[in-house]
């Protein structure tokens, strides 16, 4: 089972590098109609903005949960954003990452932590 990660800013990181927003967040967004995001090669710091996702309501940025380059970025998302609404843990992943600095992952909030500070909003 893959295990996940979280910002504080929403956003969650596989073991596998892979990242995209929590549930919570895709949910307190509503529908998603449009996703910006990096071509792959492209290298950022941990928690610098690296794409953007409008929905009905807002439009947010996204955010480097680690530092890393991006080796690959969900091209479906361009036809399909409603993928973050509907599987944000699976076919609404946003990019695959290349961790930088592993120590960092660490520093991300586990699952039941995650949860339990979205419970508290």
């Given at each position: 089972?893959?295990?996940?990660?979280?910002?504080?800013?929403?956003?969650?990181?596989?073991?596998?590098?892979?990242?995209?927003?929590?549930?919570?967040?895709?949910?307190?967004?509503?529908?998603?109609?449009?996703?910006?995001?990096?071509e792959p090669g492209?290298t950022f710091a941990?928690?610098?903005?690296?794409?953007?996702?409008?929905?009905?309501?807002?439009?947010?940025?996204?955010?480097?949960?680690?530092?890393?380059?991006?080796?690959?970025?969900?091209?479906?998302?361009?036809?399909?954003?409603?993928?973050?609404?509907?599987?944000?843990?699976?076919?609404?992943?946003?990019?695959?990452?290349?961790?930088?600095?592993?120590?960092?992952?660490?520093?991300?909030?586990?699952?039941?932590?995650?949860?339990?500070?979205?419970?508290?909003h």
């Open positions: 089972m893959t295990q996940l990660k979280f910002s504080k800013s929403h956003e969650y990181l596989a073991d596998d590098g892979t990242v995209g927003i929590s549930r919570y967040a895709a949910e307190q967004l509503g529908d998603v109609v449009y996703v910006e995001l990096p492209r941990q928690g610098e903005e690296f794409g953007v996702v409008e929905s009905v309501k807002a439009v947010s940025s996204l955010y480097a949960p680690v530092a890393g380059t991006v080796v690959a970025s969900n091209a479906e998302l361009q036809e399909h954003p409603e993928y973050v609404n509907q599987d944000p843990y699976g076919k609404g992943w946003l990019l695959k990452f290349e961790i930088a600095d592993p120590a960092q992952v660490s520093a991300l909030l586990d699952e039941a932590t995650y949860q339990s500070e979205v419970a508290t």
